[in-house]
């Protein structure tokens, strides 16, 4: 059993900064990378972000968040942050974690488990 729980949403000013935070629990050893997903207002497609493969020392990231977000996961392999900076409106999402098996993936298909998701709001 895998159990994956976020935190740290919230809103904030357009150029504002937050800090997401997934805590993993259960059988650490069912995936090899966690990642970010959002979750935009008024779609159905979950867009990957931002993935870490802690087993690879890999990080990627979406071009719409490269160099403003940033991913980092502890040791053990329990939980991963997501740092995001500089935000906009159109960061507006509702984000969630995923852990797979899959390397280097933003794809949704590729993760398997999911956390509930948490709320950012980017106001201008």
């Known amino acids: 059993q895998v159990q994956l729980v976020e935190s740290g949403g919230g809103s904030v000013q357009v150029g504002g900064s937050l800090r997401l935070s997934c805590a993993a629990s259960?059988?650490?050893?069912?995936?090899?990378?966690m990642a970010w997903f959002r979750k935009l207002p008024g779609t159905a497609e979950r867009e990957g972000i931002a993935?870490?493969?802690?087993?690879?020392?890999?990080?990627y990231y979406a071009d719409s968040v490269s160099g403003r977000f940033t991913i980092s996961q502890n040791n053990p392999k329990n939980t991963v942050y997501l740092q995001m900076n500089s935000l906009k409106p159109e960061d507006t999402a509702m984000y969630y974690c995923?852990?797979?098996?899959?390397?280097?993936?933003?794809?949704?298909?590729?993760?398997?488990?999911w956390g509930q998701g948490t709320q950012v709001t980017v106001s201008s």
């Open positions: 995923a852990a797979g098996r899959v390397l280097v993936s933003l794809k949704s298909q590729h993760y398997a488990y």
């Open positions: 993935v870490i493969c802690s087993s690879l020392r890999s990080t």
């Open positions: 259960g059988d650490t050893g069912s995936w090899l990378c």
